[in-house]
């Protein structure tokens, strides 16, 4: 039976807003996670046979997650182990009461929690949970890690065993265990936000109902562990950056550059819900972790009046930190952008060069367009344009592609 491709977009589409939730419900349930992605799927796979008869349900979330239940049952009814479990559930297929106490009131976080298990290596522990709970595909958690696809692939094929090797329950850990699982938590939201910030794939700049997503979840840890500094500054990190969301995208949806953003248009609210986040992670007196210089460097862009009035010798300064205390590829690309703002294009692209040459981002547009970009000030024409354009190649976003291509073509007018 063919399906009628307007339905299978708005079917994906739900399944984007509310696969987290339906995922996390029915693992509290079950109790497993291999399952319960096999029972959500089962459920969409049953809408797309009875919704093009009956229409749509005005609570696609809450019928997806009924049939699911429903199988379920009739899976533990076949397998004549009904038992707690059944009880459980109950008969009413529309609400669950929890038996037990649950300190944590959110079912995603909940399923954030359960899945980062310390059992797993960290990169596997957020691997798998921004799978499940960001329904994000291999290929984006691939290009988030910087990995290629089948190395990701891999991964999450591992954790998944791992888990039932271990013969782990997929349950929520008690507070004295959020320590343990902390940092995994506070890196899958914050993938989470970027990948909603800046689409890796696709025909679309943002995705911002995963960023709001992340905005919420941060919120809700806030609630829960409101003296955790790296929590608050994560969340003062996402607040500054969804501030500029309205302006980061043209009517026609292409990308706007930080230069020719009309500033005007960016979240006042959400900069001053930023800052106080920031200023309760500082007044802790705990020191700056990665998340809170993130959100130091994002307060400086978001506090400025123009670029040019931006405090760019402080952000260089603030990514010198970042890179002590979490070292990477793409934190030392950003300093050198940083650099160039604040010492001329000539010193940030011999720091960019010096990246390219020890073999880093491989396969990565970033390199490339940051390099198009720097030969572009200093007047070397041919050659931005040539990188720019093997950064256009090199990206799976089809819209940062085409940006990327606009340049190119300026150049050679």
């Not at 976080?109 to 310390?118: E, G, I, N, S, Y």
């Not at 949806?253 to 001053?272: E, P, Y």
């Amino acid at each position: 039976m063919s399906t009628d491709p307007d339905l299978s977009r708005r079917v994906a589409a739900i399944w984007r807003i509310e696969g987290a939730r339906i995922v996390a419900t029915l693992a509290r349930v079950v109790g497993d996670l291999e399952t319960a992605e096999d029972l959500a799927q089962d459920a969409v796979a049953e809408a797309l046979v009875h919704w093009p008869r009956e229409g749509v349900p005005r609570n696609p979330g809450a019928w997806l997650t009924a049939v699911a239940k429903r199988r379920a049952i009739d899976g533990w009814r076949r397998a004549r182990s009904l038992g707690e479990k059944y009880r459980l559930i109950g008969a009413d297929l529309d609400e669950i009461t929890d038996a037990e106490w649950q300190p944590i009131d959110d079912d995603v976080l909940r399923l954030v929690f359960a899945a980062c298990h310390p059992v797993l290596a960290r990169e596997a522990q957020v691997a798998l949970t921004l799978k499940v709970v960001a329904g994000l595909d291999t290929d984006a958690i691939a290009r988030l890690f910087l990995v290629p696809v089948p190395t990701m692939q891999q991964r999450i094929v591992r954790a998944k065993k791992a888990l039932s090797a271990a013969h782990v329950p997929f349950a929520v850990p008690d507070p004295a265990q959020w320590p343990a699982r902390l940092g995994a938590v506070l890196s899958v939201i914050y993938l989470v936000f970027t990948e909603g910030y800046a689409a890796s794939a696709g025909d679309a700049v943002l995705r911002t109902e995963l960023a709001h997503e992340a905005v919420r979840l941060g919120r809700v840890l806030n609630r829960l562990l409101p003296r955790e500094p790296e929590a608050l500054g994560l969340s003062a990190l996402m607040e500054l950056q969804a501030s500029r969301f309205a302006a980061r995208v043209d009517a026609s949806g292409d990308a706007v550059l930080l230069a020719d953003q009309d500033r005007r248009r960016w979240d006042r609210s959400a900069i001053a819900r930023g800052a106080a986040l920031l200023d309760r992670a500082d007044a802790l007196g705990r020191g700056r972790g990665p998340y809170q210089l993130q959100a130091a460097i994002a307060r400086c862009h978001a506090e400025a009046t123009s670029v040019d009035a931006t405090d760019w010798d402080r952000i260089v300064l603030l990514y010198e930190m970042l890179g002590r205390v979490a070292p990477s590829p793409v934190v030392e690309l950003n300093r050198a952008i940083a650099v160039s703002m604040a010492s001329g294009p000539l010193e940030g692209l011999e720091l960019v060069d010096g990246l390219a040459a020890a073999g880093v981002l491989t396969g990565s547009h970033l390199i490339p367009s940051v390099r198009g970009e720097l030969l572009s000030r200093l007047g070397r024409t041919r050659e931005a344009r040539s990188e720019l354009v093997r950064a256009a190649g090199l990206t799976r976003n089809e819209r940062e592609a085409a940006l990327l291509r606009r340049k190119a073509d300026a150049l050679s007018r």
